[in-house]
């Protein structure tokens, strides 16, 4: 069992930024990669990024892409999301999840296997 717990999330002006910060219990080979998705109220779960337990892979949706940044503490167990120049549309509920495969992170073969409960970010003007 993994446990994922976010934190980070909060109102901020358009423009703004934010960290968010991911922590999993200890490493295992179901929680290889964390990954974030959001969702905004009626609409669809979306990815955001996704990382490696090394570092040495991450991947980022094209929404994410010029404006978010992902890493990782391991030390502290700990995956962050950075994002900078928010708008309106970023404003959803922020979810990490850990998968053994950067492919269930991108949504295929049934998803993430753990999930946190989630922090919100709401962002206006």
């Known amino acids: 069992q993994v446990r994922l717990q976010e934190s980070g999330g909060g109102s901020v002006q358009i423009g703004g930024s934010l960290q968010l910060s991911c922590v999993a219990s200890?490493?295992?080979?179901?929680?290889?990669?964390i990954c974030w998705f959001r969702q905004a109220p009626g609409q669809e779960r979306e990815g955001v990024a996704s990382?490696?337990?090394?570092?040495?892979?991450?991947y980022f949706t094209d929404s994410a892409k010029a404006r978010f940044s992902i890493s990782q503490d391991n030390a502290k167990n700990t995956v962050y999301l950075g994002m900078n120049n928010l708008k309106p549309e970023d404003s959803a509920m922020y979810y990490c999840?850990?998968?053994?495969?950067?492919?269930?992170?991108?949504?295929?073969?049934?998803?993430?296997?753990?999930w946190g409960q989630g922090t919100q970010v709401t962002v206006s003007s």
């Open positions: 200890e490493y295992s080979e179901s929680r290889k990669y």
């Open positions: 990382i490696s337990f090394k570092g040495d892979t991450t």
């Open positions: 999840a850990a998968a053994p495969y950067l492919s269930r992170c991108r949504g295929y073969g049934g998803g993430p296997d753990y």
